[in-house]
């Protein structure tokens, strides 16, 4: 590791103020402290946000689950509200990496890095969620840019994500054995605005798949999902699967993911 500062501020408002003076926040440090060390990230200053209660917990608020950017997985996994009512999203951060990854990796670490391969960036887009920032609120469509990029401006925190709480959801993935990250993950939503599928793992980064969605819409079943015949062309092709491996799954994992959401 290199010489850097380390600023713990105990508010939104002054970690803001750190971070548009150039300072890099730190959550969980789950993928940041990895790449300084691998000299990937270079960060003159550190602005830790693990002193700002204000960012941790859950909160139901009408049909919606608000979470802080700084709760943890292990902490929505285990959340009893999270659990009974909108079980596939704490099923999802359960089954997040292993023990310690879950006990420091947070929700909002995981949506601004927007890892291609990450499992929480489904559920919020398939979700139709919103996330709350430190400036604004963007919807869930609008955020997620490509790979490792966000709608995220300079200097801008997210503070919350904002999850409608869906008539029926599913979250099913093939793990990749080496990392424990989804090989690819497909969450199911089907709520008020219809059904919304997402897939996480097999392209640029998080994306919605239409023809899933208007299968689903017409017949929410597991029959329906089988018959959609899904493109590989803008699909990853790597040493771990190959493009049309990675179609198949999409359509395999839909499937079991409509059957379970029906369970
Ligand atoms: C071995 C291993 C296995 C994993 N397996 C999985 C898996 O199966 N599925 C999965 O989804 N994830 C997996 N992860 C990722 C993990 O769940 C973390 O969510 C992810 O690494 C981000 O970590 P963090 O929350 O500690 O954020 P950090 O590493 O502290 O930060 C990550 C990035 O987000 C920025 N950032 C953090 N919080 C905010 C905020 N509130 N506002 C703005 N920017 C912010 C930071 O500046 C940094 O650029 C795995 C990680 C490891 C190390």
Redesign the pocket.
């Known amino acids: 590791m290199y010489a850097f500062t380390l600023e713990r501020p105990a508010n939104v408002a002054d970690a803001a103020k750190l971070?548009a003076a150039g300072g890099?926040?730190?959550?969980?440090?789950?993928?940041?402290?990895?790449?300084m060390k691998l000299r990937l990230?270079a960060?003159e200053q550190l602005?830790d946000?693990g002193g700002i209660k204000e960012?941790v917990g859950i909160k139901k608020e009408g049909n919606a689950f608000v979470i802080g950017?700084?709760t943890?997985?292990l902490d929505v996994g285990s959340h009893a509200e999270v659990k009974a009512a909108f079980p596939a999203l704490a099923w999802?951060a359960d089954?997040?990496?292993?023990r310690?990854?879950?006990a420091?990796?947070?929700?909002?670490?995981?949506?601004?890095?927007n890892?291609p391969?990450?499992?929480?960036?489904s559920a919020v887009l398939a979700s139709g969620a919103t996330i709350v920032?430190?400036k604004r609120e963007i919807a869930a469509d609008d955020f997620f840019l490509g790979l490792f990029t966000t709608a995220?401006e300079e200097g801008?925190?997210?503070?919350a994500i904002r999850f409608p709480i869906p008539k029926r959801a599913a979250y099913e993935?093939l793990?990749q054995k080496a990392?424990?990250?989804?090989l690819v993950?497909v969450f199911v939503t089907q709520g008020d605005s219809g059904v919304r599928v997402a897939v996480?793992g097999a392209g640029n980064g998080v994306f919605r798949h239409k023809g899933l969605e208007d299968a689903l819409a017409k017949s929410f079943s597991p029959e329906a999902a089988a018959g959609v015949k899904i493109d590989s062309s803008d699909l990853n092709s790597d040493l771990h699967a190959s493009a049309a491996y990675r179609a198949n799954l999409i359509n395999v994992l839909t499937q079991r993911a409509v059957k379970k959401a029906l369970a």
């Open positions: 971070v890099k926040v730190l959550a969980g440090g789950q993928t940041l402290l990895a790449s990230s960060p602005v946000l960012l950017a700084m943890r997985h999802l089954h997040i990496g292993d310690q990854v879950r420091m990796g947070t929700i909002g670490g995981s949506i601004a890095n890892d391969a990450a499992c929480y960036p920032t430190s995220l801008e925190l997210i503070t993935k793990r990392s424990n990250f989804p993950g996480t």
